[in-house]
């Protein structure tokens, strides 16, 4: 089945650096990557996606990039803010009638003041 | 428009019984999907439903099943509790699992004591 490994566990930054969290997916059929922020005792949000069609999405601060040959893809976020600070979770979508959604385990990022 | 409705938001539940969870998603949404999450191992994946049939499940055992109804409500059940289910439980709606990712519900808190 389809395995998402996401690195690293916690990411500690001073704020105004930039932070990149990675992920890699087994499942050659995925074709959707979804971002999710977690803060703390709230419910996970979609913050940004992108399709297996597309190599790079930026959004202001964040952006997505994604290597279909080398099957990993990664969130760069830049001039991080203290409210930044959250779980960030990466997923892999494989679409169809098998379809299967895999989340990485998150990554506990911290934007130090 | 009404968000992804969780409901109850916390129970209190006694080893040996079981506990159905309900899920209404966004208006319009046929994809409902549920996860388990724990402090140690993130967001787990138990199923997904379109259209009132359960396209993938998790690494869960039978005790947990759920069902989709024609107006895409969801409900999970586990059946003969073990402390070890105390977790929160999430849902999540979206389109199709595929066009904009999922929106998530506050999620039930769930204790087996």
Same mark, same amino acid.
């Given at each position: 089945?389809?395995?998402?490994?996401?690195?690293?566990?916690?990411?500690?930054?001073?704020?105004?650096?930039?932070?990149?969290?990675?992920?890699?997916?087994?499942?050659?059929?995925?074709?959707?990557?979804?971002?999710?922020?977690?803060?703390?005792?709230?419910?996970?949000?979609?913050?940004?996606?992108?399709?297996?069609?597309?190599?790079?999405?930026?959004?202001?601060?964040?952006?997505?990039?994604?290597?279909?040959?080398?099957?990993?893809?990664?969130?760069?976020?830049?001039?991080?803010?203290?409210?930044?600070?959250?779980?960030?979770?990466?997923?892999?979508?494989?679409?169809?009638?098998?379809?299967?959604?895999?989340?990485?385990?998150?990554?506990?990022?911290?934007?130090?003041? | 428009?009404?968000?992804?409705?969780?409901?109850?938001?916390?129970?209190?539940?006694?080893?040996?019984?079981?506990?159905?969870?309900?899920?209404?998603?966004?208006?319009?949404?046929? &994809?409902?999907?549920?996860?388990?999450?724990?402090?140690?191992? /993130? !967001?787990?994946?138990?199923?997904?439903?379109? $259209?009132? @049939?359960?396209?993938?499940?998790?690494?869960?055992?039978?005790?947990?099943?759920?069902?989709?109804?024609?107006?895409?409500?969801?409900?999970?059940?586990?059946?003969?509790?073990?402390?070890?289910? &105390?977790?929160?439980?999430?849902?999540?709606?979206?389109?199709? /699992? !595929?066009?904009?990712?999922?929106?998530?519900? $506050?999620? @039930?808190?769930?204790?087996?004591?």
């Amino acid at each position: 089945g389809e395995n998402v490994e996401q690195h690293p566990s916690t990411l500690s930054v001073q704020e105004g650096d930039s932070a990149v969290i990675k992920c890699t997916y087994s499942d050659s059929a995925s074709n959707y990557f979804p971002w999710y922020k977690q803060e703390l005792g709230k419910r996970p949000q979609l913050i940004i996606d992108i399709r297996s069609n597309v190599g790079e999405k930026k959004d202001q601060r964040i952006a997505v990039t994604l290597n279909k040959t080398a099957k990993h893809f990664s969130l760069h976020i830049t001039e991080t803010q203290p409210e930044d600070s959250a779980v960030y979770f990466c997923a892999a979508v494989r679409g169809g009638s098998n379809y299967k959604l895999t989340f990485g385990k998150g990554t506990l990022l911290t934007v130090n003041p | 428009k009404a968000g992804v409705t969780q409901t109850p938001r916390y129970l209190i539940k006694t080893r040996g019984q079981q506990v159905t969870l309900s899920c209404s998603p966004i208006s319009g949404h046929r &994809s409902v999907s549920w996860y388990q999450q724990t402090p140690g191992q /993130g !967001l787990q994946f138990l199923f997904e439903y379109f $259209s009132e @049939t359960q396209r993938n499940k998790g690494n869960f055992p039978g005790r947990f099943s759920g069902r989709q109804f024609s107006n895409s409500r969801s409900e999970m059940n586990v059946s003969t509790l073990e402390l070890g289910d &105390s977790a929160l439980y999430l849902c999540a709606s979206s389109l199709d /699992g !595929l066009t904009y990712g999922y929106t998530f519900g $506050s999620g @039930t808190r769930l204790t087996v004591v």
